[in-house]
């Protein structure tokens, strides 16, 4: 039985680690898939933590919070689009220069404003969102198997975890299902078809990127609003990169990058559970090496070793009218 | 007299010094077939681009339906009726037939109406013309020609009265081009109006009502099919332009130096370019291929220099096989006395944002006299390049300047010192004067019959007739990548027109 | 039409364009700090007092800037190469562990003028190889170079986590790095260069790699501009299609370049390591291989930029560090911002200005931008 608990609190730490690697990755997702590379995840989640946690902290309000991390990802995001839709620049320039700003300016506005050496204030209850607990949680609590999976795995995450999953199945509806996900897709493939067809290639790839920048608002407002107390610096830690190392192995699919974003979180929450102890038939393995997994699981994908990641064919290159 | 479904009055076009467009006036009749032909690079895709709002005319006016229209996008052009299909086909090659149809047309944001609405619509299309294609099938699954179909389908969709296809048979096989010929005569019957651009005078004379011509940048004649020919088209196309003459005396041909046989080639989409050609070269004589632009020439010449493989056949060098299979360095044929003046200077023969002198280097860039162990030679590169500036009177004659900032015949004149002063056997010359002044051709071919003289084996191919006329000691002509006639160098206009056109010679003789 | 912005005089292209992107990066860095609640003048003026206005700290200043020349040329060799080499960082993090190795090995055994060729070495080759991966994986099987050296970043810090606080650490010690390496590792301090001027310098890591840098800048130089290796990878870079033409080998012209590339980012760890901390520490490499992509992209790929631009932003980090103590609410990573914005403007909105800057020339002397160069063409 101790085995099964232990398992069931592995994957329920699975689910929070993953939640802001998928809702980065869903977010490049609609980036790429309309042919904007952008490596500027990082960058927008860092901003998307910081303006969260320090607008609820001053407002006293987690929704507020949650706006103003929105809001200032998305302002990051038409920058990039400013540099590389309308001025055509490199898009992965671009997105490095975005983290850079984004580093400097969470830990300089920080120290500023709350002087907490780029702190931002610890979060009251009320300015930060708390766990929900499910319907009759506690009433199966000790039934056995069920009991624990409900109780423990499912029920009590925050609002935005469930929003993260939900977000699977709607980027799908909205990508395959929608006007708008088709001219999406369309304008990542071929943005010619798109001029030609009478739509306007430019609008459509900023409304990509806003989708984008909502995103990562969100997932950064998961990670200094849920799953820490208030902003730290550089709390994002890398984690918009494994989110584009998850969305090359999800291969650009929405419901691919649920499953990549939960075993990288799994690697993630095993590693730390598994600190120092050593694993049957396996033996003792470096909490580094399982760290690394996820970045060399991605190049020997992308070396076609293990199927074959092909990115929209529009990706990173600025559309140009030609005869 | 049926009326004008299409009027376009003084349009003017151009692209920096390039005037792509001049003066146009053209009125094209409805429910009739209107042919526009003309060279590559006559204007044609440039004026169709300005009727479908990809591009803004500098000035002039467009009417549509005897009423002005105002055409500033695509979805102008679409809104009133005017339908394109493009040469490269603006489809999303994942996407469903379905998915690309609708896109752009969709009337509801969750495409349920949209596809159900396509749906239905493409069945009738399908009943009226026979245009039958899977709706689910996938693009890039597609063969070509069905692609095509598609994209007719796409304008037909949007409502297209007026349908502009641009050089639509250039990927097709005869079969699917005769098949795409029966649509169009249907859509005609049906009260369409079709323009179709192309440069084989074999379709102009098989479908079209009427055929405009046009030449560098000019429409020079409007013709009644009926009441043409297709040397009177030929000579329209080409034109007398002025060009001197070269002097030139008897060839003195020699041994053989190059000598290619059943040579075939594939472009990227596995497309057969080059089709069984064999032919050779001698020393001391100027072989000319003509050819209308895309049958095959690039091809042969990248093959022959090393640059693309072979699927089959052989090429020999002095007697010596050339590797086919890709494994050819361009570096060792270079070594072998094969020179290759590449006909796109600006991305392949010269490196644009390079000085002068580093380009008069390029591809010779191993050669000892240019090195110091390791190092360049920058003395012996600098002083080689003034004496090929002095030589080839390259202007500005400074060997520092950007290689951008000279002009198109300086630029070519870069291109062939560095290639001619490496004393070849054998020089091939892809278009030796395009995009070239005047007084540089001459100048240009002057050169290349005293490479004649001197006993190399030349072979140029160019799309300017005069050019090939003037130089060739003997002329072959390229037709749908093969060669399908060999002439002597008092070959008239006329006789090479008809053959670059693919029209046989039983017919040519009608 | 393929070089849509090749007519402007050379020092306009080279001088005024570069400054003025640059101005409007510090323009908007001003406008943070004026969010912070402080006077960007006084600002600027204590940063650069801070660099230049003692010994000190005209010695940090030069100490930073070392490091920062290694990685710029390091990204600018790929890029003349047509490679966007942002694994520079994880290359110069690897290299650590060749650098730590010789150290670790010699430092007892021989003197430092001995070991410090075999640590250039250790560390080029190191860096070099864990760059020759992600190059290879880009010319033989088409993967994208920039996701694979990002990827590569992390699988170094991976790496030297766990040999740092593992196989390298002394076990009687808590800090997660190797020990202090004794004299025969220490690299000699060129302070007294300083000195010579009539400053005072309290203490300050500038050492020698300084002179190593600026050799390595004019072996760049000379392997650019001035070598048949040179020659044929600014070809490659240029344009593939032409390189093909000339005979020039895709799979061996992108390893090469990258294999220097990757070294000159190995030679970066010489200067933090041996000629600073004495010891391979965890995230000692924090960041340098990012700014040289700035500095890179500021110095125009040039090795005379990219020494410029390398004191550059060695002024920035040392006065920032000044900066800081006298303004306690900027801290040191007002730099990170301004690098971010240097790579925005110099980088990815490098033409923004500059039609307009063609105008302004056009509008004073038509001929100065190639007007009637264009006339005379005609087709």
């Known amino acids: 039985m101790d085995v099964f608990i232990a398992i069931v609190q592995i994957l329920d730490s699975t689910i929070r680690l993953s939640v802001p690697l998928l809702l980065a990755c869903l977010a490049g997702l609609y980036s790429e898939r309309a042919g904007v590379f952008d490596i500027g995840l990082e960058g927008k989640m860092l901003v998307g933590a910081f303006a969260g946690a320090a607008a609820a902290s001053v407002f006293h309000s987690a929704f507020l919070g949650l706006g103003m991390a929105i809001v200032m990802s998305v302002a990051f995001a038409l920058v990039h689009g400013f540099a590389s839709i309308t001025h055509r620049g490199n898009q992965i320039v671009s997105g490095v220069a975005i983290n850079f700003v984004a580093a400097g300016s969470t830990i300089i506005l920080g120290q500023a404003w709350f002087q907490q050496g780029g702190r931002t204030p610890a979060l009251q209850p009320g300015e930060r969102f708390e766990a929900i607990t499910l319907p009759g949680a506690s009433a199966i609590h000790d039934v056995p198997i069920i009991g624990p999976i409900y109780s423990e795995l499912l029920s009590g995450h925050s609002i935005l975890v469930y929003l993260a999953f939900a977000m699977v199945p709607f980027t799908w509806w909205v990508l395959f299902r929608t006007r708008f996900g088709l001219r999406l897709r369309a304008v990542g493939e071929n943005p010619a078809a798109v001029d030609t067809a009478g739509i306007s290639v430019a609008w459509l790839r900023y409304r990509a990127l806003i989708c984008t920048g909502i995103l990562t608002g969100i997932a950064g407002a998961y990670l200094s609003m849920v799953q820490n107390g208030g902003f730290v610096k550089d709390m994002t830690a890398g984690k918009g990169y494994i989110a584009l190392a998850a969305l090359i192995f999800a291969k650009w699919r929405p419901v691919n990058a649920m499953f990549a974003c939960l075993l990288f979180g799994f690697l993630d929450a095993a590693a730390i559970r598994l600190q120092g102890s050593p694993l049957p038939l396996i033996g003792k393995v470096p909490v580094q090496f399982m760290q690394a997994l996820p970045y060399v699981l991605t190049v020997i994908l992308l070396a076609g070793f293990i199927g074959k990641a092909i990115p929209p064919r529009a990706g990173g290159v600025p559309y140009v009218k030609e005869r | 007299m049926a009326q004008a479904a299409i009027e376009l009055i003084g349009i003017n076009k151009s692209f920096g010094a390039v005037r792509a467009n001049r003066d146009i006036n053209l009125e094209i009749a409805r429910g009739t077939i209107h042919g526009i032909v003309g060279e590559n690079g006559a204007g044609k895709s440039t004026l169709m681009s300005i009727l479908y709002g990809f591009y803004q005319a500098d000035s002039g006016e467009i009417r549509v339906g005897g009423k002005p229209a105002s055409i500033k996008t695509s979805n102008d052009a679409i809104a009133l009726g005017i339908g ?427 | 039409m393929s070089t849509p912005y090749a007519k402007l005089p050379a020092w306009a292209d080279y001088g005024l364009i570069p400054l003025i992107n640059l101005s409007v990066a510090f323009i908007v860095a001003g406008f943070v700090v004026m969010l912070v609640g402080e006077n960007p003048f006084r600002a600027a003026v204590i940063l650069v007092e801070g660099a230049f206005g003692k010994g000190t700290g005209i010695a940090f200043t030069l100490f930073y800037a070392t490091t920062f020349i290694f990685t710029g040329l390091s990204v600018a060799v790929a890029a003349h190469c047509g490679l966007f080499n942002i694994g520079t960082e994880g290359q110069a993090y690897i290299a650590g562990l060749g650098v730590g190795v010789v150290c670790l090995a010699f430092d007892s055994v021989l003197p430092w003028w001995l070991t410090f060729p075999l640590a250039i070495a250790a560390g080029a080759a190191v860096g070099a190889l864990w760059a020759l991966i992600p190059a290879y994986l880009q010319a033989k099987r088409g993967s994208h170079i920039v996701i694979t050296t990002i990827m590569f970043n992390f699988i170094a810090a991976s790496i030297m986590v766990y040999l740092l606080v593992g196989p390298l650490k002394p076990a009687a010690s808590q800090a997660p790095q190797t020990r202090n390496f004794l004299a025969g590792a220490e690299l000699p301090k060129l302070n007294w260069i300083i000195e010579l001027f009539g400053a005072k310098i309290r203490s300050a890591p500038f050492n020698i790699c300084f002179l190593l840098a600026l050799v390595m800048a004019f072996l760049v130089w000379l392997l650019i501009w001035r070598t048949k290796l040179g020659y044929e990878m600014r070809t490659y870079g240029h344009s593939p299609k032409a390189a093909r033409y000339a005979g020039i080998s895709e799979t061996r012209i992108v390893l090469i370049a990258m294999m220097i590339s990757g070294a000159l980012a190995g030679m970066m760890t010489l200067n933090p390591v041996m000629g600073d901390q004495h010891n391979v520490a965890i995230d000692f490499v924090s960041g340098a291989g990012f700014v040289g992509i700035a500095v890179a992209l500021m110095g125009r790929l040039h090795p005379v930029g990219i020494v410029l631009a390398a004191i550059l932003f060695g002024m920035l980090y040392q006065g920032g560090a000044e900066l800081a103590f006298e303004m306690p609410a900027i801290s040191r990573d007002m730099i990170v911002i301004i690098q971010g914005l240097v790579i925005l403007f110099a980088g990815a909105l490098e033409h923004m200005f500059r039609p307009y800057v063609q105008a302004l020339f056009a509008s004073f002397s038509p001929r100065s931008v190639g007007i009637e160069a264009v006339k005379g063409k005609g087709a």
């Open chain 2, 84 to 510: 394109m299909v493009h040469q490269h086909f603006m489809l999303v090659d994942n996407f469903t037939v379905l998915e690309n149809i609708i896109l752009g047309a969709e009337s509801d944001a969750l495409l349920k109406k949209s596809i159900a609405k396509a749906r239905s619509e493409l069945e009738r299309l399908e009943r009226e013309y026979g245009l039958e294609v899977d709706p689910d099938a996938i693009i890039e699954e597609l063969p070509v020609g069905l692609q095509q179909r598609v994209e007719i389908l796409k304008a037909l969709y949007r409502g297209a009265e007026i349908l502009i296809l641009d050089e639509p048979t250039g990927v097709l096989t005869p079969a699917e081009a005769d098949h795409l010929f029966r649509i169009l005569k249907q859509l005609k019957e049906q009260g369409k109006t079709v323009v179709l651009i192309t440069h084989k005078l074999r379709e102009i004379m098989a479908i079209t009502d009427n055929v405009s011509v046009m030449r560098q940048g000019t429409m020079v004649a409007t013709r009644e099919t009926a009441k043409t020919t297709v040397g009177e088209l030929a000579e329209l196309m080409v034109g007398r332009r002025v060009l001197l003459r070269v002097e030139k005396g008897e060839a003195e041909a020699g041994a053989v130096k190059l000598a290619v046989k059943n040579l075939t080639v594939k472009d990227s989409r596995g497309v057969t370019m080059v089709d069984d050609i064999s032919f050779d070269i001698k020393a001391g004589e100027i072989v000319g291929i003509a050819g209308v632009a895309g049958n095959g020439q690039s091809e042969l010449l990248e093959a022959i220099s090393g640059i693309r493989r072979a699927v089959s056949g052989s090429v020999m060098l002095d007697g010596k096989p050339i590797d086919l299979t890709g494994a050819a360095d361009p570096g060792e044929l270079r070594d072998r006395g094969l020179a290759h003046v590449p006909e796109d200077r600006h991305h392949v023969g010269l490196v644009l944002a390079f000085e002068e002198n580093e380009n008069s280097i390029l591809g010779y860039h191993d050669d000892p006299r240019y090195l110091k162990g390791p190092f360049l030679n920058i003395d012996a590169i600098m002083a080689d390049a003034k004496d090929k500036i002095e030589k080839y009177d390259i202007r500005p004659g400074n060997p520092r300047l950007k290689t951008a900032n000279f002009s198109g015949g300086n630029q070519q004149k870069i291109v062939l010192a560095r290639e001619m002063e490496q004393d070849p056997g054998v020089l091939i010359v892809g278009q030796p004067t395009r995009g070239v002044d005047v007084g540089a051709i001459e100048f240009i071919h002057k050169r290349l019959i005293a490479m004649r003289d001197q006993g190399k084996a030349v072979l140029v191919v160019s799309v300017e007739l005069d050019e090939i006329r003037s130089l060739s000691d003997r002329i072959l002509v390229m037709f749908a990548g093969r060669i399908v006639g060999e002439r002597g160098p008092e070959a008239t206009e006329g006789e090479l027109g008809l053959l670059m056109a693919g029209v046989e010679r039983q017919e040519a003789a009608e």
